[in-house]
């Protein structure tokens, strides 16, 4: 199933519409009164004629007051969309705030896995029956399952090509691997090397100095992106 583009494509445009139903959901329990009258206005005849007239001229007044009033709605769930239009630009405001509080930073950090050549990577993308072999042992049963990415060389023994061609090539046909190998490397790099655990990991707030000691000392707080391939 992590090979299957249609699949992963399909849970990812979930993720992102459960976002924005959940925004939305948030949204309306805590300001009923406010969605109550948009409500009203999006179901009224004037609105639509004004809708109809912006549509005709986007840059007349009709227009800028169309998007004063659906702008509102349209940033509570883009903000919160990952990968969504806002998504990236909502970063400049935490950016600002940190810096408000903390200062400018005083460590810029970057840092580009190798997810094609990582052999945790290349394991993955194969198929398993134990931990004992590499990149796996396989019985008669999953050889009839495997044949299709293989070469049968006699009884329970694959050909695996380990080129640079086919890490990049199951690199890229199961990028829930090189997902994976990502979120462990990133962990990893901010808990052991900087030393602080990522807010979602954290289950209580502790003065800076009771946290671990990393690379860079003891850090207050810290914030990061991700830069994704046009791959």
Known sequence: PAASRRLVFHLFNQKQRHSNITA???RIRSHKDSFKAF?????????????????????????????S????????????TPFGALDSSNVKNHIFAMATHYKAASTFVTFAPDDANDPRVFRVTLRSTDNTGFPARATTGDIKQMID???????????????????RKNATQNPVAAALRFKALLGSVLTVLLGLLPNHKRKKTRYYLQQRRGLFGHLCSYLGV??????
Do not use: H
């Open 226 to 231: 991700s830069e994704v391939q046009a791959r």
């Open 149 to 167: 990415d293989g070469e049968i060389l006699g009884e329970d023994n694959i050909r695996i090509p380990a080129n640079a061609y086919a890490r």
């Open 69 to 80: 009033r659906v702008q509102p709605i349209l940033e509570i769930t883009g903000k919160r």
């Open 39 to 67: 409500s009203e206005l999006y179901a009224s005849m004037a609105f639509e004629n004004m809708l109809r007239a912006a549509a005709q001229n986007p840059s007349s007044k009709v227009a800028k007051e169309v998007i």
């Open 24 to 26: 939305v959901n948030n």
